[in-house]
């Protein structure tokens, strides 16, 4: 991208970013055109060079949240693991880390799928590739396919809930819960050494 594209004329990440900002702190209600252009201090005009209209950014919003979010919770659902529990804990990094799953932008689009039924297909879309990569996950562990969709559901439904609710939770309580909700989803007790795995990625120390 040639420096005049990205100069006076912002960025479409830069845009998006703004975009991102505004569905968080706001709602989609929020996500117009000349509302960023003075967040960015950009002109309105600026926009078009990146995006043909506010619909083509709202769908940009929507892949890039299709994309972390439920592609994040699909691979970490597919990640090599020796034990049931150990793919348990690949999953709850998602839960744990900004980086993999971002919990506000989740509220947000299942906020915005009130009052959209496109977007809602979206979300219920969302929810049944997720809540099938934990069942397979659960499958390869040798779950049969009934018990493993129960175990996924229960898995994921409490997730959101948590989500859902706005629940605050400090990371040192957060983390003591673990164990328990690994054994309780997955039937298998973590090993002490899968523990210090994911509290190590995490930056976490046990007391």
């Not at 390869?140 to 018990?147: K, N, T």
């Not at 040192?172 to 997955?186: E, F, H, K, V």
Request: aromatic share 12%; with cysteine; net charge negative.
């Amino acid at each position: 991208m040639e420096q005049s594209d990205t100069g006076w004329r912002g960025s479409q990440e830069g845009w998006l970013e703004a975009a991102y900002d505004s569905l968080l702190e706001s709602g989609v209600e929020s996500v117009k055109i000349l509302p960023l252009a003075k967040r960015l201090n950009l002109s309105r005009t600026s926009f078009y060079w990146f995006f043909k209209d506010r619909e083509e950014l709202l769908n940009a919003l929507i892949a890039r949240w299709r994309e972390k979010n439920t592609g994040n919770l699909v691979k970490q659902s597919e990640a090599y693991a020796e034990s049931l529990a150990e793919a348990m804990l690949n999953v709850f990094d998602c839960w744990v880390s900004k980086d993999l799953f971002d919990s506000q932008f989740e509220f947000a689009v299942r906020s915005w799928a009130l009052q959209s039924p496109e977007i809602l297909a979206e979300v219920q879309q969302a929810d049944q590739v997720r809540m099938e990569a934990l069942g397979r996950m659960f499958m390869r562990f040798g779950y049969e396919a009934g018990p493993a969709d129960v175990r996924a559901r229960t898995t994921y439904l409490v997730q959101i809930g948590y989500i859902s609710m706005q629940s605050k939770e400090d990371l040192a309580l957060r983390m003591r819960r673990i164990p328990d909700y690994i054994a309780i989803y997955t039937g298998q007790t973590p090993q002490q050494r899968e523990l210090d795995r994911f509290y190590a990625r995490h930056g976490y120390k046990a007391e």
